[in-house]
């Protein structure tokens, strides 16, 4: 496996001033106007958000792509090694409390708020006089039976299978970073495809479930709070695995290239941290959505 080019400079490496940030300011922009003018019904819509995301592509495709061969240059020393750890460090702890409101959101919903509206503390007033046929039960989707009746997507079924499918991957990709630490090369490639290949499959069993809970179930996001809070969770963990794919798809062609070697190898671990951030996530989910 081919190491990194060069030896790292003895200073802190400073990058010249680069277009990509601006260039990423514009896609964003493009993006959040035509959101805009799409709930509004405006034709041009669809096709802003589809420019600004063709604008973002360049934009990560070329971004990313400077700072890898910065690094494969020999530019970046233990300083900067240092600054992306605890840059990516930072992301995940972000991360984590962006899935903390949401499962916070749903700890409310169906200790606090559920209870309340159903008669008990301060709610029997609420419950007498508006909800007299409300039930403090969940699921549920609210008073007024919001979306109609609907099921749940029993744990399982998809839901086991795609916990097993994210533990798998977790136990491969960790074998690919032991086997990169080895200078196993075929090993590290092997296994991290299979990552990838898990990965995929995952994302692939939740769009059948979401296919199977909106045409069978009547499970919508418009099925009150346990719709809104279940499509929620589920999917923008949905999202962060797909997203999680793709990152580590990039560092499975990488690997083939041989751009990392047994000691400069920090974007691999970045997006291993990443995917087991990802693992626990679901656990979670798995647990307090789908079992409880």
Known sequence: MSTVAGAAKPYYFVPQ?????????????LMGTGAAFWFNGYPAGPWLVFAGFCVLLVMLFGWFGTVIRESIAGFYNKQV??????????????EVMFFAAFFGALFYARNFAVQWLGGEGDGVLTNEYLWTDFGPAWPTNGPGNVGGRFETIPAWGVP??????????????????????????????????????LGALFVYFQAHEYAHAYGHLNLTLGSGVYGSTFFMLTGFHGMHVT??????????????????????????EAVAWYWHFVDVVWLGLFMFVYVL
């Open 17 to 29: 001033p680069s277009h990509w940030p601006i260039l990423g300011s514009c896609a964003l922009l």
């Open 81 to 94: 090694d240092r600054s992306f750890r605890m840059g990516m460090l930072w992301f995940i702890f972000s």
């Open 160 to 197: 086991l299978l795609n916990t097993l499918i994210l533990l798998s991957s977790g136990v491969t990709v960790t074998i690919a970073h032991h086997a990169l630490r080895a200078g196993q090369r075929a090993k590290l490639i092997g296994f991290l495809a299979a990552t990838v290949g």
């Open 243 to 268: 997203l999680g794919a793709i990152m580590l798809t990039v560092i499975l062609f990488r690997c083939i290239r041989g751009h990392f070697d047994k000691e400069h190898h920090f974007a691999f």
